[in-house]
C-alpha cells in the first residue's frame, strides 16, 4: 500500500519550459513533504520543502505547491534547464522527521534541448 | 568530512555470505538513517539512530539485518545470510538533529550497490 505516489514514470520537457511534476499522498498526518533530485549514482539531494500548514514554498526556479483537501502536491521548476534531468523524488515525513520519510517511486524528467 | 561516505560502493555477495556496509555520516550529525532503495523504486525507511541510539528499527525486512552506531558516529548496516532479495542500493543519511531534518532534508551518501548472486 502505496502512501506516497508519484504516478508518473518520466517527463520530457523542452529547455526553458515549464516542468511541472505531481505526487499524491493518502496518509492525512505528514506534517513535511519534500522533493529530492537524484542523479544516476548518487544519492538523493535535497531540494525543497513544504509544512503541511503552507501551501506555497519557492526557492528560485522552484516552487512546491501543496493541496491538501486533494492531498496533492506538485513541484514547478522554471525556467527548465538541461541540469535539471534527473529523477525526482516526493517524500513525506510524520512528526518532524522522527520516522524517516516515506517516498513515492520517482519521476525521470528529461529536459530537451 | 564535507559529506555522508560510504563503502564500500558496490559489494558482490554469493547467497548466504554475511555483508557489511559502512556509513561516515557528517560530522557532528545526531541523527543518521538507512533507507533501501531496490531498482525502480523509491528509498524505503529501515532505521533511525539518535547518536549511538536506535529509536526505530521498523523497517528493517527480517532479523538478518541488524544496524549498530556504537559511539554515535560512524554506522554499520549488517546483513546475515544475505539472499537475492537483498539485492538493492542501500543509503545511508544524516541531519544535524532532528528538528531540521524537515526543513533542510537529509544529506544523502552515494549508497552502496549491493548485488548478492
Known amino acids: 500500500d502505496q502512501q506516497v505516489k508519484q504516478n508518473s514514470p518520466s517527463l520530457s520537457v523542452q529547455e526553458g519550459r515549464i516542468s511541472i511534476l505531481n505526487c499524491d499522498y493518502t496518509?492525512?498526518?505528514?506534517?513535511?513533504f519534500l522533493w529530492y533530485k537524484k542523479y544516476p549514482a548518487e544519492g538523493p539531494t535535497f531540494l525543497i520543502s513544504?509544512?503541511?500548514?503552507?501551501d506555497k514554498n519557492e526557492d528560485g526556479r522552484f516552487t512546491v505547491f501543496l493541496n491538501k483537501s486533494a492531498k496533492h502536491l506538485s513541484l514547478h521548476i522554471v525556467p527548465s534547464q538541461p541540469g535539471d534531468s534527473a529523477v525526482y523524488f516526493c517524500?513525506?515525513?510524520?512528526?518532524?522527521?522522527?520516522?524517516?520519510?516515506?517516498f513515492g517511486k520517482g519521476t525521470h524528467l528529461i529536459i530537451q534541448p | 568530512g564535507a559529506g555522508v561516505s560510504q563503502s564500500p560502493r558496490y559489494k558482490v555477495a554469493k547467497r548466504g555470505q554475511d555483508v557489511a556496509l559502512r556509513c561516515d555520516p557528517i560530522?557532528?550529525?545526531?541523527?543518521l538513517f538507512w533507507y533501501q532503495q531496490a531498482l525502480g523504486q523509491g528509498p524505503e525507511f529501515l532505521t533511525y539512530?539518535?547518536?549511538?541510539?536506535?529509536?526505530?528499527k521498523s523497517g528493517l525486512p527480517s532479523d538478518r539485518f541488524f544496524a549498530e552506531r556504537p559511539e554515535g558516529s560512524v554506522s554499520t548496516l549488517k546483513i546475515q545470510r544475505t539472499q537475492q532479495e537483498d539485492s538493492a542500493v542501500y543509503l545511508c543519511?544524516?541531519?544535524?538533529?532532528?528538528?531540521?531534518?524537515?526543513?533542510?532534508?537529509?544529506?544523502f551518501g552515494s549508497g552502496t550497490r549491493l548485488t548478492v548472486v
Open positions: 517524500a513525506a515525513s510524520l512528526g518532524g522527521g522522527a520516522d524517516g520519510l516515506t
Open positions: 496518509n492525512s498526518m505528514f506534517d513535511y
Open positions: 543519511a544524516s541531519s544535524l538533529q532532528l528538528g531540521t531534518a524537515t526543513y533542510y532534508g537529509y544529506t
Open positions: 539512530f539518535q547518536n549511538e541510539a536506535q529509536l526505530d
Open positions: 513544504i509544512s503541511s500548514i503552507k
Open positions: 560530522s557532528g550529525h545526531v541523527s
